[in-house]
């Protein structure tokens, strides 16, 4: 790991290295741990499948075709929730299937839900870039939203509510520890932006946080907070560490063009990472912020 400030090793000791899991896939993506089964889920986003690993039997399909699903979360009752490209919606897994969330906002068909995180009221915040809709990762499409937005689903409600409108590819997102604070990663700009969250889901701020250097392939992308509330982003040429002062406090090089990444292990020290073709782990010193852990206990 490139340390830049001391801070980072002691979130990453110095010489820990990613362990690649599993293989021999197209683009990976959204990866989510179970606190209770103890399995990570993640998808093939090109190769329109999604997947569940186990240490003891590995890689096994868990549903295929997936609708070119992309980002996962578990919700409040422990309920799998998918961003769906193809069909342009936000589903929930139930016993016969997805189920629609949320799949329009005004009458008018979302983008393509791409990220999302859950609140510990039960909102849904998840990001709607265009980034499906373009040919073998769900599309083609034509944009029916005038905006890239960020939107909130609040809880049984069956309409999103849009909270932010100005960024050009909002992707991967993630909620402070203390959920005063929403950060979103602008795929297009190249940079992570920090939005207040008040009263009522009020949004205000949206400056940017940092800026990652173009030091590799790959762009701003999936978020996680640890609970120091450092930012840990997949980016450029792999995963960036910062604060929420805006201190790059590290870069680990990753083999491949990292996406997105997920805290796991019954102790959340442990970063699964998706990355093109394959699927790594990282042991890290600190602990994850990860709110559907308490699901476990």
């Keep these: 790991m490139r340390v830049f400030e001391r801070e980072a090793e002691a979130l990453i000791g110095s010489g820990t290295e990613p362990e690649r899991l599993a293989e021999g896939f197209e683009f990976t993506e959204g990866p989510v741990w179970d606190f209770r089964a103890g399995h990570l889920t993640f998808v093939d986003l090109a190769g329109n499948a999604m997947y569940r690993w186990t240490e003891d039997r590995g890689v096994v399909v868990h549903r295929s075709p997936s609708d070119f699903a992309n980002g996962l979360a578990y919700d409040l009752g422990g309920n799998l929730l998918s961003c769906e490209h193809r069909t342009r919606r936000l589903t929930r897994e139930t016993s016969e299937g997805p189920a629609t969330v949320v799949d329009r906002y005004r009458g008018k068909r979302l983008n393509a839900p791409n990220d999302l995180v859950v609140a510990s009221d039960g909102s849904i915040v998840f990001t709607d870039p265009h980034y499906g809709l373009t040919e073998g990762f769900g599309g083609p499409g034509e944009q029916e939203?005038?905006?890239?937005?960020?939107?909130?689903?609040?809880?049984?409600?069956?309409?999103?509510?849009?909270?932010?409108?100005?960024?050009?590819?909002?992707?991967?997102?993630?909620?402070?520890?203390?959920?005063?604070?929403?950060?979103v990663a602008d795929s297009?700009?190249?940079?992570l932006r920090s939005f207040d969250i008040g009263e009522g889901w009020r949004i205000s701020g949206g400056g940017v946080l940092v800026e990652l250097p173009a030091e590799g392939e790959g762009v701003p992308d999936g978020l996680k907070f640890d609970e120091r509330g450092n930012v840990f982003a997949t980016g450029p040429g792999g995963l960036w560490l910062c604060t929420l002062g805006g201190t790059i406090l590290g870069h680990l090089p990753m083999p491949e063009v990292t996406s997105n990444l997920a805290w796991g292990d019954d102790d959340a020290r442990t970063l699964y990472l998706t990355a093109s073709t394959a699927v790594y782990r990282l042991r890290c010193s600190t602990t994850g912020h990860a709110p559907h852990r308490r699901l476990a206990s």
Aim: aromatic share 2%; proline share 14%; glycine share 10%.
């Design 188 to 191: 297009e700009r190249s940079h």
């Design 145 to 183: 939203q005038p905006v890239r937005g960020v939107y909130r689903v609040p809880p049984g409600a069956d309409e999103p509510e849009l909270l932010i409108d100005d960024l050009d590819g909002p992707n991967g997102l993630a909620l402070s520890p203390d959920e005063r604070l929403l950060i």
